[in-house]
């Protein structure tokens, strides 16, 4: 079996997510495809991910993107919502729905809201959004009623019959505007694959942008049970078993070992700024590869959400944060000091300051940070507060 270094897997995992310098991508579509996605439970997100993997990227690419409807915005994978390309909504949508809208039905109704509530709502919310888009708050003043139309909004997205587009509020604003699915992919079949030929496919996509990857891995991204994880793979014929020294076995595409092989020794500093929720971050469920045990809790919460991350050549080094009032400022915490990239660290942080608020920011070290595991809920967003 091929044995590999974790400095030479974290190397080949940097160029295939679009993270070193000499593989930044010029197009949005192409990069959001070779990375499966972007997460965008938190609407900053995916901004500031493809800031990190875009030669000079702006703003209203993604957003040009999503108007065009070429990316689309869907809860899928671990039951929350990503931007994809339009090609795999109906893959993403067979592979996931069961799990997510089991949830989102058990949510509505400790909501309180009654069957009959939801079917009265939900066909006015249609009609309504005829030929349109609208926001929850135009939703709810046009339709002048007092209903709590989050979760009915939400789990018609998770049927099928809405779908989320662009905020006009902005690029920071978790307010989506819903349209009907019917008018606003009317050549996408949303039940297009059956469950199982949507998971294998689903699952090959995963190997493909995040590979290599364990078992444990692939179950944690796609919210598969292992059995059924470990079924699907043993029916691939294109995957190998390599080794990562220290760590274990570990499964890759035929394609990609000779690509791991190959890959260079990385003798500079490859400095990235990731956002809260990124995919680099997100798409492993085992961690050793890029981030020491003893500060795990500092990057991850309970409920596995990872916190806007400091990364070197592929390991996590510490975190960062930002923060607009009384002055744009960027918060550097670092797990250890070290003089040889701190230079570096500062010029990032500024450029992605820059980014988000267009204008010169403040960089602030910081001395300590509370573990997540020590923060309420949704901490992991304002790690450094």
């Not at 689309?72 to 919502?81: N, P, W």
């Not at 509530?117 to 009609?127: D, M, N, P, Q, T």
């Not at 971050?281 to 990872?306: H, P, Q, V």
């Not at 942080?349 to 001395?367: L, Q, S, T």
Request: one cysteine or more.
């Amino acid at each position: 079996m091929v044995e590999y270094q974790v400095s030479q897997l974290n190397n080949f995992l940097l160029r295939k997510q679009h993270l070193s310098e000499e593989t930044k991508g010029e197009d949005v579509l192409q990069v959001a495809k070779d990375i499966w996605g972007l997460h965008a439970t938190y609407a900053s997100t995916p901004y500031l991910s493809l800031f990190n993997r875009i030669i000079n990227f702006r703003k209203e690419s993604l957003d040009r993107e999503l108007l065009e409807k070429r990316l689309v915005k869907i809860r899928c994978v671990r039951k929350t919502v990503h931007i994809i390309p339009k090609e795999n909504v109906s893959i993403a949508f067979s592979a996931t729905k069961e799990s997510i809208q089991i949830n989102s039905e058990k949510y509505y109704k400790f909501i309180g809201v009654a069957e009959r509530e939801y079917e009265e709502v939900s066909k006015s919310i249609l009609k309504l959004l005829q030929n349109r888009g609208m926001n929850t708050s135009e939703i709810k003043k046009e339709l002048n009623t007092e209903a709590n139309l989050f979760p009915i909004i939400n789990i018609m997205c998770d049927l099928g019959i809405l779908v989320r587009g662009l905020s006009k509020a902005g690029w920071k604003s978790n307010s989506h505007t819903y349209y009907r699915v019917d008018e606003y992919l009317p050549d996408v079949n949303l039940n297009k694959y059956s469950q199982e030929g949507a998971r294998k496919i689903l699952v090959s996509q995963y190997l493909a942008s995040f590979g290599p990857v364990t078992i444990t891995d692939i179950s944690w991204w796609t919210g598969f049970p292992k059995t059924q994880v470990r079924k699907i793979v043993d029916g691939l014929s294109d995957l190998e078993h390599v080794t990562i020294y220290g760590i274990g076995e570990h499964i890759v595409s035929e394609k990609d070992v000779n690509k791991i092989k190959n890959v260079s020794e990385n003798n500079n500093h490859d400095i990235n700024l990731l956002p809260a929720l990124d995919p680099y971050i997100m798409g492993y469920k085992e961690r050793d590869r890029y981030l020491d045990k003893e500060y795990f809790n500092y990057i991850f919460d309970r409920a596995g959400s990872g916190t806007t991350t400091i990364v070197n050549n592929g390991k996590i080094i510490g975190v960062w944060g930002f923060e607009e009032k009384p002055i744009p400022l960027i918060k550097i915490f670092m797990f250890e000091e070290d003089g040889r990239i701190s230079k570096e660290i500062e010029k990032k942080a500024k450029e992605i300051g820059n980014f988000i608020y267009e204008k010169e920011v403040i960089v602030k070290k910081c001395d300590d940070m509370t573990p997540l595991d020590k923060r309420t809920t949704g901490g992991f967003m304002t790690p450094l507060k």
